[in-house]
């Protein structure tokens, strides 16, 4: 670690955080960094309740000048301290060692998928044939995805964006609003944007492991979707009765109690191909009805599910990537907010955060999780790199 500087990880990452809109000397560490590590690239994570992003993207770009670098607003960070809120984190990866290329993909609600998939395919081909010969046998690709929380078009957009990366694995995060539901904000190279998603294509001779891990378990109690607006994602009916009322029938509370505790507590998976996956609950809107962070639709059949030892199952997931990889150098998370609100519930935050403080942890609270094809909820997806360093890897 440098003074006041950041984690520099043995794999030449540096991580650096503020929760100071008018810290200047911020910026001044970022700057050190980017010249300390030769930085080709950065991430950024924000708290957009306290970072404005224009003020956000001229910042860096004079602390920073010419680098390229891609961000999105939050439902919370994943910092050196834990899980937090209303905090700025920038990441930067070593030239040297990363090589990196973004796009931004835009109108996702009208792209269809052809257009995103002859898009996505085409950059791919232009990154692979940009690279040196030799790096196709000693560095591995992956591709990050920030997407547009509130764009309604998660899956279609992860679909085929994994469509046109073909071999190259996705993962990656939807950004958020700090739960007010309004707007999300993606920036790259200081272009602002919405209802989009930013790819960002990676190889690095760094070994990684992309991973996930979720900590629900299925009851016997089932709900029928019988009416639904699907572009909207919301769901007026379960079982022919209002939605917000049976699903607070069903899981024994008053619906005037409804809350993202309550969704957190107890979220509604849908199986698919023998496993399940979440179908999160976002709020209980004015009519009783109930808007969905993934996509829903007239026939579904969803099944009540319990959150079941986060603690475990994710300390679990973490010792099983370390024995994959020989140790963990540094973890690019992507961590659900519904997962923090339920840790925060069942007073396991302080254990959480200790488990990301030991993995070295840095990310962001999503509205969403990307995972290879799928759009998931209620998720912990992220990418781990090895402790090697960039030189004894690239040997």
Known sequence: MQPNGGIDQACGIVALECDDPHDA?????????RMRVGAGFALGFFSSSRFAAGPLGAALADACPGLRYAACSTAGEITRAGVSEGNLVVILFPAASFRIEALCVRDLRNAGMERIVAQVSEAKRTFIAAGAPETETSASRFALCLIDGLSFAEE?????????????????????DDMRFGATTLILDGEPASDA?????????????????????????KLVVTRSDPDRRIVHEFNAAPAGSEYARVIGIDPGS?????FASHPLVVRVGGEYYCRSVQKMNGDGSLSFFCAIDDGIVMTVAEPAGMTRTTRAAFDAVRERIGGIDFVLGFDCVLRRIDARNRQVTHRIAEIYRDNNVIGFNTYGEQYLSMHLNQTFTGIAFGPGTAREAGA
């Open 25 to 33: 000397c911020f910026w001044t560490r970022v700057a050190e960094a």
């Open 156 to 176: 279609a957009a992860t679909a085929a964006l994994h469509w046109g990366l073909d071999d190259v694995p996705l993962l990656g995060g939807s950004a958020g």
């Open 197 to 221: 998603a930013i790819l960002i294509l990676v190889e690095t001779p760094v070994p990684f492991h992309i991973f996930k891990t979720d900590n629900f378990v299925p009851t016997p109690n």
């Open 258 to 262: 409804l809350s993202p505790m309550s």
